[in-house]
């Protein structure tokens, strides 16, 4: 069995990503449709109305805030008067969204909706962003930060938009087919990182195709510098056409697909991969105190599938290949 192989046994539900009431330029928008891939991304352009202004329901009667079944898309784009072309347009109700912790509002004034980013699984809000929050972690950022070491292990984090996106199977192109699809890679594999520099113990195993980026890349190696100075048992994987000098690391080679085609980052504490705390801006706790992992294979030249998970039961799996195979 391989690496792809492996992927193929777990199951990611889908995902999709809607902004809402955009004021951003268009170029912004671009970068979002870019990153996320334009299958994915849709804009929702509508009014938004205070509580009681329309019907906002998901189906199975009034709005009620006790419930337990989550914001649904119609709880934020319930039906609102018809735009005089024989249609309808979205609003969203004020007050069932600052019912929700996680999302980025807490007005009082339809107005002041503006550049929110909801990621949808069907037609339930599992996470919201703004579209500041998440230009200042991908949609602005250069993967030429990360490879020199301009953006420190210190700064990287997760809106809760990317971090919802845990446990979906995803597929990103590289260069030239996409300039910035391959920065959620980047990105979340830091964030990983910064969970294991942070821990200070348990184990890291990173892949890297081929091992030379470590040293060819400045940023790279000074963040394996850092985690492996703090403690934490380093594991790197990949071709053996340049080995890392001076790292305290344990290195593995291969020329197998699982060495050439795979790009995984895989932390599991001293305990192994245990449930932790989960919820909004606790995503870099639960990372150090459960484990969290990463795992990519090119399908086809610059074609990545994928996913990210603090599963349990799949960190615990994903360890044990990569531990007895590799």
Excluded: C
């Amino acid at each position: 069995m391989t690496l792809e192989q492996f992927l193929d046994r777990f199951d990611g539900p889908e995902r999709s990503v809607v902004v809402v009431n955009r004021t951003d330029p268009d170029p912004v928008l671009n970068m979002l449709v870019d990153t996320f891939g334009d299958d994915v991304v849709r804009v929702v352009d509508g009014p938004v109305t205070g509580a009681g202004d329309g019907p906002v329901t998901d189906g199975a009667g009034a709005v009620d805030a006790d419930r337990s079944i989550g914001l649904t898309a119609e709880d934020l784009t319930g039906i609102s008067v018809a735009d005089g072309n024989d249609g309808v347009v979205p609003a969203l109700d004020v007050e069932v969204l600052s019912q929700r912790d996680d999302i980025p509002f807490d007005g009082d004034d339809p107005a002041d909706i503006e550049n929110l980013v909801l990621l949808m699984e069907g037609e339930e809000v599992v996470a919201g962003s703004t579209l500041a929050a998440l230009g200042d972690a991908v949609l602005f950022v250069n993967s030429d930060l990360y490879t020199t070491g301009s953006r420190s292990l210190g700064d990287v984090d997760l809106p809760s938009v990317i971090s919802g996106l845990d446990d979906a199977t995803f597929t990103l192109r590289g260069y030239p087919e996409s300039n910035r699809q391959k920065l959620l890679l980047i990105t979340i594999s830091r964030f990983i990182e910064r969970a294991a520099w942070m821990a200070g113990d348990g184990i890291l195993r990173s892949s890297f195709q081929r091992l030379s980026r470590i040293d060819d890349e400045v940023g790279t190696r000074a963040v394996y510098e850092r985690i492996a100075d703090t403690g934490v048992d380093t594991h790197l994987y990949g071709v053996p056409d340049d080995l890392p000098d001076d790292l305290d690391a344990v290195i593995h080679a291969g020329d197998d697909p699982d060495f050439i085609d795979s790009w995984f980052v895989v932390y599991r504490p001293p305990e192994g991969p245990h449930p932790a705390e989960s919820g909004p801006e606790s995503d870099l706790k639960r990372g150090i105190e459960g484990g969290v992992g990463l795992l990519a294979v090119e399908t086809e030249p610059r074609v990545w599938r994928g996913l990210w998970t603090f599963d349990v039961d799949r960190l615990s799996r994903l360890n044990r290949y990569i531990e007895r195979n590799l």
